[in-house]
T-cell receptor, first 111, second 117 residues
């Protein structure tokens, strides 16, 4: 079955870069995602990457995918206090309906 | 309108009560989902409806009964729940199923926080 793993906590200073890492087990994953959840809110998609890509950049966000090692990372440049949230890595199967989430990494940004 | 609206935001119920959670979206999405999220845990898929038909049931106990009256609405009927069912219940929708759209992006509501006494 699918399994997605992340570290639980990351603390960075405002203005620094943050790197959140994720590993997954399902080699048939089609899309890999990063979702953000702020306190008391639902999840919001930040970015996604198709499994045949190795990098995607979107403003302050850079996603790197190492398909051989099944490793996904999210880099946030110039991290702001508003970036403090829980970040979930997720992957979907070929049918796109079943999205499996990691446990989430809590990002704390120190002013 | 890019919102998924869930009601109620908070619900407290006893183990003998019957209640329902409701979810609504007007984005024309044809897939709708129920996820359960316990504290400090990831969302776990419960049910998926595609074109108003149940397509995935992740072996959810029968005390949870989903219903999709039309393409914009999704309900979760609750009966004889246990205290361990207390969690945040998240509804989501996606464009999956529409021609040419296949990224699997989920649009989530803010959730209904359920407490079972």
């Amino acid at each position: 079955g699918e399994d997605v793993e992340q570290s639980l906590f990351l603390s960075v200073r405002e203005g620094d870069s943050s790197v959140i890492n994720c590993t997954y087990t399902d080699s048939s994953s089609t899309y890999l995602y990063w979702y953000k959840q702020e306190p008391g809110a639902g999840l919001q998609l930040l970015t996604y990457i198709f499994s045949n890509m190795d990098m995607k950049q979107d403003q302050r966000l850079t996603v790197l995918l190492n398909k051989k090692d099944k490793h996904l990372s999210l880099r946030i440049a110039d991290t702001q206090t508003g970036d403090s949230a829980i970040y979930f890595c997720a992957e979907s199967d070929r049918g796109y309906q079943k999205v499996t989430f990691g446990i989430g990494t809590k990002l704390q940004v120190i002013p | 309108d890019t919102e998924v609206t869930q009601t109620p935001k908070h619900l407290v119920m006893g183990m003998t009560n019957k209640k329902s959670l409701k979810c609504e979206q007007h984005m024309g999405h044809r897939a709708m989902y129920w996820y359960k999220q316990k504290a400090k845990k990831p969302p776990e898929l419960m049910f998926v409806y595609s074109y108003e038909k149940l397509s995935i049931n992740e072996s959810v106990p029968s005390r949870f009964s989903p219903e999709c009256p039309n393409s914009s609405l999704l309900n979760l009927h609750l009966h004889a729940l246990q205290p361990e069912d207390s969690a945040l219940y998240l509804c989501a929708s996606s464009q999956e199923g529409l021609p040419g759209v296949k990224t699997g992006e989920l649009f989530f509501g803010e959730g209904s926080r359920l407490t079972v006494l």
